[in-house]
Each structure stands twice: as structure tokens, then as C-alpha cells.
């Protein structure tokens, strides 16, 4: 059952590592590399640790100065071996002790802990099998820099943290701000130990104890009991020695202590990123973007402009034949823009003003607002990442929106059905009044050299050639001016057509350029999220 729980308890922090690992990836670039450099330590020791014995829990004792923490150790591992008051006033490096060698070499090389010994049986210490490595760590209040370095980096690699303090200094601030407190997470796996009680009198005991159980509380260790103990009579030894023989033989100390160490790492992450939910991209901001890039882009300038030429190319086409040709003065304003394609050729530029510092506002101007509308809700960090993603395409997008605007079909050279019927019809109107022109241009030109004049076909009273002269100019005006109720028609037609592509287009432009970085990254910060979560 043991192992199947501990099989379990390994697969869970592999995917609680994992989880950190992403959540680390995923925020590169968007948070503070020093706190991703903390997770990335933490992720290479627990990487290093899980590689290396798990057969072995290394337990190490820390003290301050005078603690009586290598007097303790001698007491608990039942030898003399940290026994250096006469070499060394005080623990200048760390000492191990090893039950069960085999296959502790490459765990001890990576702790750096040179000096070693092999433990005996020790009742109540090692009835719960082999595997237990005990440390004798320099004390971490040291003047010297390096022992105080040395305490430092074990502290975050041993897998059971055994604080020793005496009944002088357990209340130092010193202490427990700067090491105590930082490992308020590693409840699981922490032991405190408040040695030297033979110095206080029997009634003192339990108000110290008391004390600095409300300490620790205060730090974040509720949880940890206060065992009080004397190296010098063997008070509460044996208990110490059975807390550790338990943890021993659970075998779960390496997997709590680094899961302690991932839930660490993961409140680092959570703290640098803060809280919040990106509101990310909705449908009217991203009508609103587009709509904001369509003015930047000139876009009713273009669909004026088609309006107009529809509406000149209708003249043309279908105008009073003895007028139209005054509508070639006019020049087409499509083909001024560039927009007027006769044929396959790709129109790649168009010739409306370029992005000027107004336009260039204009477009910034959606851009931002978008961005904002995007990222609200967003943490610090995450919501300036997504404002980043917005502006990413900032220089490309002027040229891009004009390339959109260059490439849409505007049907500007289709011809309406109508055009060729009115065209045909207006010049059979005329050719009948130019015919009864000649008509009666003959008649006239007989009379005047005084020839016979034939009689000309009358209807209802109306000389023929006089009525063909009428009707043609009376249905060529009226065959113009439907002709301008129906091209203004049609103009508006093609012009929401046009305004249809254009906005089409330019919403294409947002989409990638735009759009798509802030959606990628509000997926990004989204998946963090859940990575975090998972992590913690």
C-alpha cells in the first residue's frame, strides 16, 4: 500500500513539476526574469534530487550560533563525530552521516558534503530501516560568508529541515525572518527543536515552548510541533529520534519537500504575474477595431469615390449621345486613387494619402482602444503583454491596410445590364430625329432652289419628319434623365458592395495583424493560469 501511495504521490508532483515548467515557459518574456530564474533553480534541484537515491532522506540540522546544534547531532546519531570544539569553535562545514552507504555517493557529490561517516544501529534512530542521511550544517548565522552560504544552499536541497534554537535566541527576528519564515511552506517536511531546556528551571519549559509555538505560528508553521529536548541530559532525544526514524520510513520526505518547493516557486510566479482575468477579444471591439482602421484606411473616401465613378461611367454609356461626350472631361476618381483595374493586373498601391501623423494617430488610436478593451481585467505584467501583442505590427500595418484597399474587387469595370439597352436605344432615338433632320432639311433645300416640293406624310396633322425630329430629342432627354435615376441606384448598389469588400478586407488586416497577437496572447495568459494552477 506504501508504495502504491507513494507511486501515486511521485506521479502527482512530476505533473505539478511539469505544470510549473510550463506556467515558467509561458511567462518568459512577460514577467521578471529574476523570479523566473528562481523557478528555473527550482525546477533543476528537483530535477537533480528525483534523479539521484530515493532509497536515502537526508535530514539536516540547522542552528544559530551556540544553539548546540552539533551536540544535538552527536546525541540523536549516538556518536562523537561532530565532537570540534577543540578543532573548530564552530561547525565551519557540513558533516554527513550514513545509514545504508550503498548508493548515497552521487546523492552526497551533488549536496557537496565531502566529509562523511557511516552510522551504526541506533535504537529508536534506525528501526525503521536504512536510508537516512543526518547533516551537521555550519550554523547560519556565522560571520563567516561562507559557512552562512553553505547552510543557505542546503537548506533548499535536504529533504527534512530540523531548526534547532535555544532558549537564548529562539525569539531572534533574525532567525526566523531570514530562514525560518521562508520555508513557512515545507510544514510536511520541517522538525523544530527547542534544545538546552536543561537551562531552564521545570516550570519555565512549557511558557517558552509556548512561546515559540506562537512564533512559529506567526511564520507560517502552526502546524510543526515544538519538541523540547537537552543534548547534555538526553531529555526528549528519543522522541526526536522516532519523529525522524517516522519520516524515514515513510519515504515520502523527498516528494513533500520538493512539492513544498514547487508550491514556493508557484506563489513567486503568482505574485510577479497577479491576479486578474483578461476580458480578450470581443465581437465589438473587434468591429470597433475594424471600423477604426477602415477610417484610418480611407475607405469612405474610396466608396465616395466609386459611387461617383458608377455614376460617370453611367453618363458615359448611357447619356444623350450629343452630350456624353462633355462626361470624358471629367476624370475618373478611381482611376486617380489607382483603384480602376481594366485588366488582370494586380494593383498592389493605391494613390491615397499615405499615413500621415493624423492617420498614423487614427490608427493608434484603435489599436489602443482595442488593446485596452482586450486586456482589462488582465494582471500588470499580462495586461501590458497583450497592450505589446496589439502594437506588435504597428509598422506594417499602414502599408498592409493600403494593400488591402490596392487588392479588393470593387467591381469597379462591371457594366450595369441596362447600359447597352439605354445606349442602343438613345442612339436609334437620335439617328430618328437626325433622320427627320435630313428630312426636312431636303424639303427645305427643294423649296429654296425653287423645285417641286413632294407632299410630306402627315400624322394627326403633324408633318412625319417634323414629329421624328421631336420624338427622337424628346426620347433621348428622357431616356438621360432615367438613366440618372437608375446610375444613382446603382451607385449605391455597387458603393455598400464596395464598402462590403473594403471592410471585409481591412477586417482580414486586424485579424492578423492585430487580433490574432492579442488573442494568442490572452490564450497564453490563460494557459499560464491553468498551468499555475495546476503548479500549486
Known sequence: MSRHRNARTESALAGRLAALNEARELGEGRLDDAVLQRVYDVLERASSRRSLSAEHTVVGFFGATGSGKSSLFNAVAATDAARVAVRRPTTSEALAMVWQPDGSAPLLDWLEVSERRGGGPVPGLTDGGGGLVLLDLPDFDSVHRGHRET????????????????????????????????????????????????????????????????????????????????????????????????????????????????????????????????????????????????????????????????????????????TRWMSRFRKDPLRRLGLRREGPAEVNRTSLPPAGAAGQARLDSAVRDFADAASDGAAGPWRAS?????????????????????????????????????????????????????????????????????????????????????????????????????????????????????????????????VGPVEAETARYARFQEALNAAR
Open 386 to 514: 497583450i497592450r505589446a501583442a496589439a502594437r506588435s505590427n504597428r509598422e506594417a500595418l499602414p502599408d498592409a491596410l493600403d494593400q488591402a484597399v490596392a487588392s479588393a474587387d470593387l467591381n469597379a469595370t462591371k457594366r450595369a445590364w441596362w447600359w447597352p439597352v439605354f445606349s442602343v436605344v438613345q442612339w436609334l432615338a437620335l439617328l430618328v430625329a437626325v433622320g427627320g433632320l435630313v428630312w426636312l432639311g431636303v424639303l427645305a433645300a427643294l423649296g429654296y432652289f425653287q423645285l417641286p416640293v413632294p407632299e410630306v406624310p402627315r400624322e394627326q396633322g403633324w408633318p412625319l419628319p417634323t414629329l421624328m425630329v421631336a420624338a427622337g430629342v424628346v426620347a433621348g432627354i428622357l431616356l438621360a434623365v432615367t438613366s440618372k435615376f437608375l446610375s444613382a441606384a446603382g451607385a449605391r448598389g455597387r458603393a455598400a458592395f464596395a464598402r462590403r469588400r473594403l471592410r471585409g478586407g481591412i477586417a482580414d488586416v486586424a485579424q492578423s495583424l492585430v
Open 151 to 322: 547552510a543557505e544552499r542546503l537548506a533548499g536541497q535536504v529533504d527534512v529541515l530540523v531548526w534547532v534554537v535555544d532558549p537564548q535566541k529562539y525569539a531572534d527576528a533574525a532567525i526566523h525572518n531570514d530562514f525560518i519564515r521562508p520555508f513557512s511552506a515545507h510544514t510536511a517536511v520541517t522538525l523544530v527543536v527547542l534544545n538546552q531546556v536543561d537551562r531552564l528551571a521545570s516550570s519555565e519549559v512549557k511558557p517558552v515552548v509556548a512561546s515559540l509555538s506562537s512564533i512559529l505560528d506567526r511564520d507560517g508553521l502552526g502546524k510543526v510541533s515544538v519538541l523540547g529536548v537537552s543534548a547534555v541530559t538526553g531529555e526528549g532525544v528519543d522522541r526526536l529520534r522516532r519523529e525522524v526514524a517516522a519520516v524515514v520510513k515513510a519515504k515520502q520526505a523527498q516528494s513533500a519537500r520538493l512539492a513544498a518547493d514547487v508550491a514556493v516557486a508557484a506563489g513567486h510566479l503568482e505574485q510577479a504575474a497577479g491576479a486578474g482575468v483578461a476580458a480578450g477579444v470581443r465581437q465589438q471591439d473587434r468591429t470597433a477595431l475594424a471600423a477604426g482602421l477602415a477610417d484610418a484606411a480611407h475607405v469612405d473616401t474610396v466608396v465616395s469615390a466609386v459611387r461617383t465613378s458608377y455614376r460617370l461611367e453611367a453618363v458615359r454609356r448611357t447619356g444623350w449621345p450629343v
